[in-house]
């Protein structure tokens, strides 16, 4: 059975919410085909679009990667396989 990637929505500090695959060297972490989650379009927050993907209402701005400090990291969520065709 295939493992499925590892994809989070993480909060950063300054009210920052991305999405992609998550990976970490040392310190320093990264998403890849990653995504700043501009309207979440959710009824139940963060946890319900990390749960069920990308909503009608969510928009979501393309940013490939996203480089940041393990410390500006306020929260993460890990995300259901619903993200996988979003996050190729």
Same mark, same amino acid.
């Given at each position: 059975?295939?493992?499925?990637k590892d994809i989070r929505i993480v909060v &950063?500090?300054?009210g920052w919410v991305a999405a992609g695959v998550f990976s970490q060297d040392a310190a320093q972490c990264r998403l890849n085909n990653a995504f700043i989650v501009r309207q979440w379009g959710t009824t139940a927050? &963060?946890?319900q679009l990390a749960k069920e993907g990308p909503l009608k209402e969510?928009?979501?701005d393309p940013a490939e990667e996203i480089k940041f400090h393990e410390l500006s990291v306020v929260c993460a969520f890990t995300c259901s396989?619903?993200?996988e065709a979003v996050c190729r």
């Open positions: 059975m295939k493992k499925q &950063l500090q300054r927050g &963060l946890g969510t928009i979501l396989d619903q993200w």
